[in-house]
């Protein structure tokens, strides 16, 4: 049974709003840990992992219908919890595949990739799922719900789904010997235009940047 019929027909609705915050809060602690660089060989594997589950739950709630929250206007969930450090940490262990080239909307003609960054898309993505979290912790599960799917298609559905791509190609070049244009030409500062899509002259072998971050190549 789809979560849309499982919705409409009230059949234990409770079961997906549990394990919806469930994936969310295993996210959420995951990176937090994986931030702190207590195991740096498994990083970018590990955020593969975790990214990609979080996509699940991602899916389930973007093929779920409309969800209305209890009441007509948000409650405040009080300030925002900071995540300079965390973003500062992640950027700190990803450094060598932190900035990477990204399409912001396919389906939008002729538009050019720009620089972003890993650890700004994961920092940005929990700052979406701690606001809902709030809420779910509070008992405001509808309006936990209906923030998580809101945010879902508005941000940090298309931002996580961005790191995914950036992490498994990362693995993928690692894993197929394949090397890697020099990312230090990316800058996120600065737009990219079509003149200047190329990365800077050079390559980096995939051992190079792979055995830092825990990755071993196929062989």
Do not use: C
């Not at 219908?65 to 500062?88: F, K, T």
């Not at 912790?137 to 791509?165: C, H, P, V």
């Amino acid at each position: 049974m789809s979560d849309a019929t499982l919705h409409a027909t009230d059949r234990n609705p409770d079961d997906f709003a549990v394990q919806i915050a469930d994936q969310i809060e295993s996210f959420l602690v995951a990176v937090t840990e994986v931030a702190k660089g207590d195991e740096p060989d498994s990083a970018v594997p590990f955020l593969l992992l975790e990214v990609s589950q979080l996509l699940l739950a991602g899916g389930r709630l973007g093929a779920h219908e409309d969800i209305v929250p209890d009441e007509r206007y948000e409650p405040d969930p009080g300030p925002e919890a900071d995540v300079d450090q965390l973003r500062e940490n992640l950027a700190r262990l990803l450094e060598p595949v932190d900035v990477y080239s990204e399409v912001f909307d396919p389906y939008e003609p002729r538009k050019a990739p720009v620089p972003a960054r890993i650890s700004d898309d994961l920092t940005d993505v929990i700052t979406d799922l701690r606001h809902g979290m709030v809420h779910y912790r509070a008992g405001r599960t509808s309006e936990a719900l209906w923030w998580w799917q809101f945010s879902y298609f508005s941000n940090w559905g298309s931002t996580a789904s961005a790191t995914l791509r950036a992490l498994q190609s990362v693995v993928a070049h690692v894993r197929l010997n394949q090397p890697l244009a020099e990312l230090d030409g990316l800058d996120t500062d600065q737009g990219m235009g079509d003149d200047t899509l190329e990365f800077e002259a050079g390559k980096v072998m995939a051992e190079e940047i792979g055995e830092p971050l825990g990755i071993r190549r196929a062989h």
